[in-house]
């Protein structure tokens, strides 16, 4: 027994795999033929369900990977590799509220949306009308519209919000909208950027010096995978060597109200890994 | 203006982070001299407040990046590299039921009880005494206890437990508790194990086989960092070359009541990075 | 100008590679006709000399890298990121007598036989007949072969040879040779191993640690390319991520005729990259 | 018995390394006494000799990789990984000519020396007289000083050599030399450099588009070392992340000759690793 209002996720025989969030009248079209959800509901996680043509779909509660791999996409997405490192950079959790752009085909914005709950918020913005309709698109197939509110404009003008408690940039050059972060985040807030080429790394740590972050990194996240085979483990033979280098910062300069002028600094410590 | 009830981080002069749930009448003993709550709560993030001796102390609003490298340890914790990516793969957001084993320190049980949120819950177990205080320690120090179930005892017979939603153990025989994770986990659900050693991988593999999982991962992890000079961007000379390989499954052979059997698979698809 | 009886490349318009040993009454039967060797003699390197088809074909110098990219190849070959570092810690060198076994295809071969020059020599050992005539037909293309004593036999029986410099096994099962390699090398001579499972690297350190071996060593190469463009540098979207672990020691335990009983080992020194 | 005229390498009880080219009326001091070398040439490799006051050192036959750890340095060495990959890349061995600036310590220029054996010719350019004067007293220690030619002057000017086979350079600002590289070496040659920011391998990419060089790849190695024991098999926790980025490519536009205009280049292959 599933209540209903959960998101599940059907895989078919071949391993295709389908979203819902379950509404016990609804009915599910595959390739397969027609699903009930309401058998989905009943017969609960780990069942096995059959269409009207006698297919067997497994039910399964999905998780936030499956999504993401899921995300119907048309451009390069950013992946959980990266997504994992930048919601805890950023402090994500439930309650936030958090600014990204350009949200492409929406693999970040699931992921923000995801983990700031319903007491939270994601203010994306998309330039291309394309992609933006694409991004509500995944975003309604697995019930997180309402947490995101997409903006098809520009950022140039900035971001007409205040105080929300986190950034990120995954524009092509970030360093044009620096100047608008201050009026958007709470102070101190955390910011984080994703760049492909180390040309827009160095322009974006020149344009950074201005003295409105303190504590920037730069680091990139590989992930190897293995053959799981216990009596012969070894690495695949090959890998994705790059994605991305991300960019992380605290918004804003040292406390103005210094008693000892110049000593005080967010101290640029020894990260963790 | 800071709403009582929030955590906020102070950060002293040399970098020293102190970490409280926002109470208007409280307190803070510093080194540097005592902390009037109420002047944080009344100039909010971003603001300098000064101790009695003068002292000028910087307030933000902490990232979970920002907890788990001041818990307290005594054992070595899982690190953001992992963390980020063990909370997608398992599933991890408000409202989820997530089982640990052991706790250690804290650093995993900090962010799983950050993302389930209020809803959610943690059950951790540390069969040491001493690492169970300790976690339960940090979780205090950050207003998370709440939300986590520590239990001072062992696995050995069982988690009593029924349907949580995810499982991840970071033990050194996780081989011989996976009996016990099919009563305790909802079908399907993903489950995850930290293992320092290639030997151990082998291990938990060759017991994985006995058909109770699926979909079986295994994937390490490396963060590479740069020093963020725009002129002279190169990477720091040395970096983490390990913590450990993560393994990954699905609890759950493929569904029994198949109309075509030995056809259905959770079909092992290329995944991402 | 080119002297007879030196090894060069010529390079097609479409890219194909020949090796051939000058001889000035030679001809290459190319796929866009014949070459003059005598025209390649006189015009000397840098120069497009031209089949009797009229196909312009440049005449290069070829670097090892040229010739081990070239190895006609029937198995899994060694690749130069392991050949580089495998000829310097087994202090490969004009003069050196080095046993390898199996050959294979014969990538590492070449490169043992380019090193030792004129007066060294390569002892290889390949069980598999089709492999040995493949190996000695690449280094015949090269004129190599006479630095080259194949062994079409097995070494289950030992080596049949003394005093070698230095010794390579790319076999599937080395620890059942080790007992054959003291009588085959000088005392402390640098040996090397490629394997490319951690079960295998486990089972040889285990048979390692009869006392016939010190300084044990076990590591991976890893190359990562990037795309030349200087103004969007960036690494390539993937890489090879393994093609075996290299294992490195040197024969022979401590002295046995140390007046201080047990003070004497190579030390385990920090090794550099 | 060993011959004299050899390299050896004596190790102390306390690891302590001695290189020496074997005379037989020579004596060795060291720390713990003096070493008659005609006892060394007696007893050969792996022996055990003493010195007069009965301190037990051991005889070795030194690899490269013994001779480029204990270079002595007063400046960061081009390490072993990044050696074995140049020496492939430029074709060095027994025979060749070869240029290299500067040469610093004298790390690359030993294993130059190495390979070029008794009838090739290093050429090697540093402008400090003290690093060079050092390099000099490197190749000194292991009777490597006969084939190589330390010009302590700059090469502003040139190398002032011709038909080189290969060249390498190691200067912070090789775009500078560039000019001078067709001069020196035989069309076609091989060429590489080290450089250690992004920032510079972009300028260098960027000086490179001239049209006097094709093939042009950038690369890293990465060694990351395991814990050799066999039952708790697992990498370092720490490694070398960064020494720095290596650049190659084959000197001389495309043929000018060509038939058939503008379809010849050096065809940029999928290269291997």
Known sequence: MIEPGQLVMLVSPKGKRYFRVLQTEDVLNTNDGQLQMQNVVHQGYGAVVHTHLGRAYTVL???????????????????PKDIGYIIIKLGIGPGCRVIEAGCGSGALTTALAWFVGDAGRVYSFERRQEFASLCREN??????ESRVQIADGDIEQGFGIEKADALFLDVRTPWEYLEHIPGALIPGAPV???LPTVNQVSSLLSAMQD?????????EI??????PVPERLRPE????????YLIFARLGAPGQDDTEPGEFTFHQEKEIC
């Open 139 to 144: 975003l309604e197939k697995i019930g997180l």
């Open 237 to 244: 033979d090959r890998m994705v060597a790059h994605t991305g």
């Open 222 to 227: 590989l992930v190897r995978r293995y053959k």
């Open 211 to 219: 003295g409105s972050f303190s504590s920037v990194e730069v680091l």
């Open 61 to 79: 509660k999905p998780t936030l990977y499956d999504l993401i791999k899921s995300v119907k996409r048309r451009t390069q997405i950013i992946y």
């Open 192 to 194: 984080g950027f994703l």
